[in-house]
């Protein structure tokens, strides 16, 4: 038995084959950081990376997430959250289906409820158009404030959306994240 009521989501993810994925994957990829954390990112799903190694952005994507958490927060991951729409590697890292995403939702949505954290960054669009209830396109959703329940959402891109895309869109993630830190009441 898990002695928290996370861990024990995590057992129940770890053991999860609601939908096609589960046949794909090495691991689940639950999520990492700090059960308690003020600030939780949620990207798509596990590439080839994760899911070797069990911990969600761990591959370059998230080598460029941790540099800006610490050029622009001054935090590592320890000091926040970081889940997926997704727990489990899509194939070819396709993007993940809509019946995939619905059966994978509840995990996410009482990891959201278990950490509490007063401020979401969602990465990418996945993401956004889940937790936000839209099928508008980041492009057009970012650089504004949304409620989310008792806590606020900051939607930015995908870090590799910022790989692919170079400066404008890297200087956008950063300021997104100056955003979330005036809401977390880091800003100096
Ligand atoms: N991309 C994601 O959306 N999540 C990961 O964990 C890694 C890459």
Not at 161 to 188: I, N, Y
Request: hydrophobic share 40%; with cysteine; net charge neutral.
């Amino acid at each position: 038995m898990a002695d928290t009521p996370l861990a024990q989501l995590a057992a129940d993810a770890s053991a999860c084959t609601r939908c096609r994925l589960a046949g794909h994957r090495t691991q689940v990829v639950f999520g990492v950081g700090d059960p308690g954390a003020d600030l939780m990112f949620v990207g798509e799903g596990p590439g080839r990376e994760e899911d070797l190694r069990g911990e969600p952005f761990v591959g370059r994507s998230g080598q460029l997430l941790d540099r800006l958490m610490a050029e622009e927060l001054g935090i590592g991951r320890d000091r926040c959250y970081i889940a997926n729409v997704v727990k489990c590697r899509p194939p070819d890292n396709r993007d993940p289906l809509p019946d995939e995403i619905e059966l994978c939702r509840p995990f996410l949505t009482r990891q959201i409820e278990l950490v509490r954290p007063s401020v979401v960054v969602t990465l990418g669009n996945f993401a956004m158009r889940l937790l936000l209830g839209t099928t508008d396109g980041i492009r057009s959703v970012r650089g504004r404030v949304y409620p989310f329940g008792d806590a606020h959402l900051v939607p930015t891109y995908h870090p590799a959306a910022a790989l692919r895309g170079g400066g404008t869109v890297v200087a956008e993630m950063r300021s997104d994240l100056v955003r979330a830190k005036r809401l977390l009441g880091w800003a100096t």
